[in-house]
Nanobody, 129 residues
Framework: QVQLVESGGGLVQAGGSLRLSCVAS????????MGWFRQAPGKEREFVAA????????YVADSVKGRFTVSRGNAKNTVYLQMNNLKPEDTAVYYC??????????????????????WGQGTQVTVSS
């Protein structure tokens, strides 16, 4: 079973950039659909972005479209979230998640946390104004 470890979070000023990484264990990483979610204090977990196993398909939330980019390097068992032009409202704990079902599987809504069955421990992103 895949295990996920996020890194790259930190404190950044508004307008700055960060790149989050999520490294997965296991030898079948390229078969996993991967997602990024975030959760701010007192709020529900929110979808940020998702990417297919091959990296050929992506889906980004409207709230971050044009600022955040999701990518993956299957040779390194890693998925990335490049975050540019950060805003204070982006402050949250960011989680990566994995789903063994292929992209486009029936009943697997990629923006729904319930579609993912493996989660990392999260990394804190704080954006100061």
């Amino acid at each position: 079973q895949v295990q996920l470890v996020e890194s790259g979070g930190g404190l950044v000023q508004a307008g700055g950039s960060l790149r989050l990484s999520c490294v997965a264990s296991g030898r079948t990483f390229s078969s996993y659909t991967m997602g990024w979610f975030r959760q701010a204090p007192g709020k529900e977990r929110e979808f940020v972005a998702a990417i297919s196993g091959s990296g050929g398909a992506t889906y980004v939330a409207d709230s971050v479209k044009g600022r955040f980019t999701v990518s993956r390097g299957n040779a390194k068992n890693t998925v990335y979230l490049q975050m540019n032009n950060l805003k204070p409202e982006d402050t949250a704990v960011y989680y990566c998640a994995a789903d063994g079902a292929p992209w486009g599987s029936r009943g697997r809504e990629r923006s729904d946390p319930a579609s993912y069955n493996r989660w990392g421990q999260g990394t804190q992103v704080t954006v100061s104004s």
